[in-house]
């Protein structure tokens, strides 16, 4: 492929705005397409996402429309909607007959229905469409305000992937080239079904301790889980990996980390959940991630746990001691 002189970002949430910046910054030419058009008209009259990103005006000109067909025929497209939303917009993008790709997967989360990975959805939709993958640990305020923030960029060849982030980089935005397109997927959606029960371990007051021992253990079940699956070992200890466990694991600036806070107050996630506010993609990624695991033969008992608190209202308090009282076992498998 060619250098990237234009660049199409399907979404106006807080992700696709700031991901829409960020190639603006890096001198691409950007048009963002909202579903919604309070949205666009905001972006477009007032350079403001007040919806997204409250309290933040930019400079860059995003080009917003709720047109399709407008952003379809890009160099390159950005797909930031929630995970569950990708294999209806791609069947959308489809339908312009103007894709060019490659398309950059930027959702984390794992298909419900079918249990499978981003990538293999963009394969089902539009075949032949190149496949990226950007992941890592920002959140779109930092990355809205230019703040210093480092992702993993990943696609088949390494051709491309460069491509990607040399369309992308900026002197606060770097990012890595991968050629672990499965692996820069696993760490994104198992790392917000892990942030949740940190939130939650934080929460109910159980004490620093607790919070870095979760952490930890959730990381032996993203490895497991994602070496299983085919990632490579060098994806999951990079920033798409351990870089974005341990920045939602710690901060209430996440929706899932937060999410589980208000399980660990006492509030059960149907409540939560009926509720509707901020996105918190693990509370989708967590029953299916732990099928996944099952198929794999390979034990995750944060992320089952999480998926009892969120399909069956477990307590937190109940939660607790399922995990505590499991059966002795080695910390590694070399005992
Ligand atoms: N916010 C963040 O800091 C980061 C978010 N992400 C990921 O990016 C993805 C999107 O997250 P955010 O932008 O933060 O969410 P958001 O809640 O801020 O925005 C979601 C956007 O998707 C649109 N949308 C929802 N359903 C839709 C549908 N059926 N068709 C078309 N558009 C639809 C909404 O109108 C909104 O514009 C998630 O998978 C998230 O995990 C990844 C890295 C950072
Ligand atoms: O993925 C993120 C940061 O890397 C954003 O996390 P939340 O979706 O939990 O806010």
Same mark, same amino acid.
């Given at each position: 492929m060619g250098a990237i002189r234009t660049v199409g970002v399907v979404g106006g949430g807080a992700w696709g705005t700031a991901l829409a910046l960020t190639a603006a910054r890096a001198g691409r030419e950007v048009r963002l397409w909202a579903r919604d058009t309070e949205t666009v008209s905001n972006i477009r009259s007032r !350079? =403001? *996402? =007040?919806?997204? +990103?409250? %309290?933040i005006t930019f400079d860059?000109? +995003? *080009? &917003? @429309? /709720? /047109? +399709?067909r407008e952003i379809a025929d890009a160099d390159a497209i950005l797909l930031v909607t929630p995970a569950q939303t990708t294999r209806a917009l791609l069947a959308a993008l489809k339908e312009t007959g103007t894709v060019r790709g490659p398309v950059v997967l930027c959702a984390k989360g794992?298909? =419900? @229905? /079918? %249990? !499978?990975l981003l990538s293999r959805i963009l394969s089902e939709e539009l075949p032949g469409v190149e496949p990226g993958v950007l992941s890592g640990p920002s959140f779109a305020d930092d990355v809205a305000r230019g703040l210093p923030t480092a992702v993993t960029v990943a696609a088949n060849s390494a051709k491309t992937a460069l491509s990607l982030c040399e369309a992308l980089q900026s002197t606060c935005f770097r990012p890595y080239a991968s050629i672990d397109v499965l692996g820069a997927q696993i760490g994104g959606a198992l790392k917000n079904v892990l942030a949740i029960a940190c939130g939650a371990v934080v929460g109910r007051k159980l004490g620093a301790s607790a919070q870095a021992a979760l952490t930890a253990r959730g990381f032996a079940e993203l490895t497991r889980l994602g070496t299983a699956m085919g990632a490579q070992g060098e994806t999951l200890t990079g920033l798409s990996g351990l870089g974005d466990l341990v920045l939602t694991c710690s901060s209430t600036q996440s929706r899932n980390f937060s999410f589980g806070l208000r399980l660990g107050e006492g509030f059960m996630a149907s409540e939560l959940i009926s509720a509707?506010? !901020?996105? &918190?993609?693990g509370a989708y990624s967590a029953r299916v991630a732990v099928k996944l695991a099952q198929k794999h033969d390979i034990e995750v008992p944060i992320c089952e746990t999480v998926a009892q608190m969120i399909d069956a209202d477990l307590s937190i308090d109940d939660a607790l001691n399922t995990l505590m009282a499991r059966p002795l076992k080695a910390e590694t498998e070399s005992l």
């Open positions: !350079k =403001q *996402n =007040q919806r997204y +990103l409250p %309290g860059e000109d +995003l *080009n &917003a @429309t /709720s /047109s +399709l794992i298909e =419900q @229905t /079918s %249990g !499978k509707g506010g !901020k996105l &918190a993609e």
